[in-house]
């Protein structure tokens, strides 16, 4: 199986950046698409960003321009850089594999606020 780990959430003001690191490990060749989902209190969770085995990419409307999603050299780590950060951008987010699966990562939190 597949295990996530995310790291790079925080507290930052409005207009800030933010890095988001996920670290896949275990059966990790059969890996097929990376993602990026967040959670909102109320709100259903949502994709951010994805990006395939090919590096094809693709995002949510409300982040295109803002947010970046890419791969280490070594393919099992995927970043989210997020620029320009709105309050409507806090949520938990959560790193999501696929192969056959879903797998998830524990989610961390972000919160963009004065």
């Known amino acids: 199986q597949v295990q996530l780990v995310e790291s790079g959430g925080g507290l930052v003001q409005p207009g800030g950046s933010l890095r988001l690191s996920c670290a896949a490990s275990?059966?990790?060749?059969?890996?097929?698409?990376m993602g990026w989902y967040r959670q909102a209190p109320g709100k259903q969770r949502e994709l951010v960003a994805a990006?395939?085995?090919?590096?094809?990419?693709n995002y949510a409307d409300s982040v295109k321009g803002r947010f970046t999603i890419s791969r280490d050299g070594a393919k099992n780590t995927v970043i989210l850089q997020m620029n320009s950060l709105k309050p409507e951008d806090t949520a938990v987010y959560y790193c999501?594999?696929?192969?056959?699966?879903?797998?998830w990562g524990q989610g961390t939190q972000v919160t963009v606020s004065s």
């Open positions: 999501n594999a696929q192969n056959l699966h879903d797998y």
């Open positions: 275990g059966s990790i060749f059969s890996i097929y698409v």
């Open positions: 990006i395939t085995r090919g590096g094809n990419t």
